[in-house]
Each structure stands twice: as C-alpha cells, then as structure tokens.
C-alpha cells in the first residue's frame, strides 16, 4: 500500500515565525488532504489540494503530484496553530491513507 | 460540507464492556468511515461503512470486535465490543459524498478503557 511520511515529526516555534511541512507519498495519489488535529482531538480540513497551490489566510499548500510530496505553509504562526497536523492521501477508491503526523507547539 | 455529529464525545468504560458510537450527518452522504487513532499515533481506517449491507473490514479489524451499522444514508454506528484497555483510543467517523471530494470528519470520541 501506498506509504505516507510526514516530515519533521516535531516542531517548535515562537509566535509569529514562519514554517514549513512536509509530505511525501510513495505512489501516484489523486487526492490529498491536509488537517489540523487540534489539543481536543478534532480534525479540522485546512486544505483539499491534489494538485497545484492554494492559500487561506496564514496557511498555504502546494502538491506536485508528479513529484510525490506536498507542502504546508504556515506563516506567522500563532499559539492556535499548536497541534498535530495530517496529510492523507486516497488508496484506491475509498481509502484515505494518513501521514506519521508533525506535531507542533507554538509558544507565545 | 456536511455537519457530522459523533456521539459521545468521550466516556470512561470498564473492560469486558461494550460502547456504540453514533455518527449522525446532517445530509445524505455516499460513504461513510470509520477511524481509530492510538495515544500518539496516526488514524487507521477500521472500516467502511456500507448502507444495507455488511461493512467491509480492513485488515486487522474484525466485524465481531467492531460491528457497524449504517441503516440509511445520513447515520452509522460503531461499537466497540468486549473492551480491554488497548481499545482506549480515538474513534472517528468520516464521510464523503462523492468519489473525487474531500473527507469530512466528525468531532471524535474519546475512549478509555479501565
């Protein structure tokens, strides 16, 4: 099946600094999703992207399919940004494969 | 994008004990899912969900330790059968309309078992 890495596992930041996360995917997908797990366990969608660049606000993602891997932009991250964030890529049909998870904290 | 109720939020169970969860949408959906994430891990689909028919397990999970429901297109349940503390995890359901959209997921339920 298909292998999804997430990269760095774990992230420390001071408020206002910018980052960036990476996802690497061992087939040809077409579909990826990234989340963001809040401290409740929630999965929140940031972004539905197989392909190409997007952008909401302080967060930005860019898939190059072709290239297997997508980035997550965060930019001037703040305290809420604090979580675990997941891409996941579908298997087939049906199945959505998730990433080992970057977990981040954002420290005031 | 659909609203998805999961009950309960959380609960605190004693082994050898049972839990169904419930995961209502607030509209007709195609597919329905169902998670569990470990303390620390990442999510693990445990099946889907199948409107008037058996669930189709993933490998690992077995539909006598977690059988599932989904009598209509807007409600599934979950339960966690016979429970022993390494049950204790995330349980989520997910949905999706079509087959090219993105998943949806409901708030979770937390569960621990003692």
């Known amino acids: 099946g298909i292998q999804v890495e997430q990269s760095p596992p774990d992230l420390i930041l001071q408020e206002g600094a910018n980052s960036t996360l990476r996802c690497n995917f061992s087939?040809?997908?077409?579909?990826l999703q990234w989340f963001h797990q809040n401290p409740w366990g929630q999965l929140i969608n940031l972004f539905y992207i197989p392909s190409g660049t997007k952008q909401n606000g302080r967060l930005s993602a860019t898939t190059v399919a072709t290239e297997r891997y997508s980035l997550l932009y965060i930019s001037s991250s703040q305290t809420t940004d604090s979580g675990v964030y997941f891409c996941a890529v579908r298997e087939g049909f049906q199945k959505l494969v998730f990433g080992t998870g970057t977990r981040l904290l954002v420290s005031p | 994008s659909a609203v998805i109720s999961q009950k309960p939020s959380r609960d605190i169970c004693q082994r050898g004990t049972s839990l169904t969860i419930q995961c209502q949408v607030d509209?007709?959906?195609?597919?329905m899912f169902w998670y569990r994430q470990q303390p620390g891990q990442s999510l693990t689909l445990i099946a889907t969900?199948?409107?008037?028919?058996?669930?189709?397990?993933e490998s690992g999970f077995v539909i006598d330790k977690f059988p599932i429901s989904r009598p209509n297109l807007t409600f599934s349940t979950l339960t966690v059968s016979n429970m022993s503390p390494e049950d204790s995890s995330i349980y989520l359901c997910?949905?999706?309309?079509?087959?090219?959209?993105?998943?949806?997921f409901g708030q979770g339920t937390r569960l621990t078992v003692v």
């Open positions: 087939d040809s997908v077409n579909n």
């Open positions: 509209s007709q959906v195609t597919m």
């Open positions: 969900a199948n409107q008037g028919s058996e669930a189709t397990y």
């Open positions: 997910s949905v999706r309309s079509f087959p090219n959209t993105e998943a949806f």
